[in-house]
């Protein structure tokens, strides 16, 4: 089973709606971070958190880590063409290890 | 300034070939990772190089798998009498640390 799991896998939303993608951890997340994928672009980072209720944004993406930091959220405002994608979240695992979710993967219809 | 680079950018090859994939990481960063991403699932972390050492080397899923660093820079990744299983996107990330991590746009492999 995957240490970390994201929610949903899929998600096709109508450009300008509002999305949340969760990621959910069975262990206490001491640093999580987000990324989107591309095909042919390798990943992009987009941000890291790491105190519980932790909340950060990057034009209109807005990421927020729980007080318990077990979960976080991903939420993107009035979506665009250009926020399509996979979007993994990443947590550190120590020793200079990062693992991953599953990925969610994101379509934007016009 | 160039990002990180792999090569080839896709590898078809038939069952039991070994293959080399190479990443070109930006230049300075000491830390070099390799990642497996198979279809539908997450990335898989395999290893870690800090300098040309690889401290970790926890990930590499048998002893088909090797990797290596020279002048901390350029890594290959070697696998031996591959299998149907391996095949997956190979992608590389370099940094200062783990806080960032700048990842390359992967190498596809596919064994017939």
């Known amino acids: 089973s995957q240490e970390l799991e994201q929610s949903p896998q899929s998600l096709i939303v109508q450009e300008g709606k509002n999305l949340t993608i969760n990621c959910t951890s069975s262990?206490?997340?001491?640093?999580l971070y987000w990324y989107k994928q591309k095909y042919g672009e390798g990943l992009i980072f987009l941000m890291m958190?790491?105190?519980?209720?932790e909340e950060k944004s990057h034009e209109k993406i807005t990421a927020k880590l729980d007080e318990k930091k077990q979960q976080s959220s991903l939420h993107i405002t009035a979506s665009q063409p250009s926020h399509a994608g996979i979007y993994l979240c990443?947590?550190?695992?120590?020793?200079?290890?990062?693992?991953f979710g599953q990925g969610t993967r994101l379509t934007i219809n016009p | 300034g160039a990002g990180v680079s792999q090569s080839p950018s896709n590898k078809v090859t038939e069952k039991g070939k070994d293959v080399e994939l190479r990443c070109d990481p930006i230049?300075?960063?000491?830390?070099l990772y390799w990642y497996r991403q198979r279809l539908g699932q997450g990335l898989e972390f395999l290893i870690y190089?800090?300098?040309?050492?690889?401290?970790?080397k926890s990930g590499l899923p048998s002893d088909r798998f090797s990797a290596e660093r020279t002048g901390e820079s350029v890594s290959t990744l070697t696998i031996q009498r591959t299998q149907q299983e391996d095949s997956a996107v190979y992608l590389c990330a370099s940094g200062w640390g783990q806080e960032t991590q700048y990842f390359g746009p992967g190498t596809r492999l596919l064994v017939l």
């Open positions: 262990k206490t997340l001491y640093g």
């Open positions: 230049s300075g960063h000491t830390a």
């Open positions: 190089f800090q300098g040309n050492s690889a401290p970790d």
């Open positions: 990443g947590a550190d695992r120590g020793a200079q290890k990062l693992v």
């Open positions: 958190l790491q105190k519980g209720g």
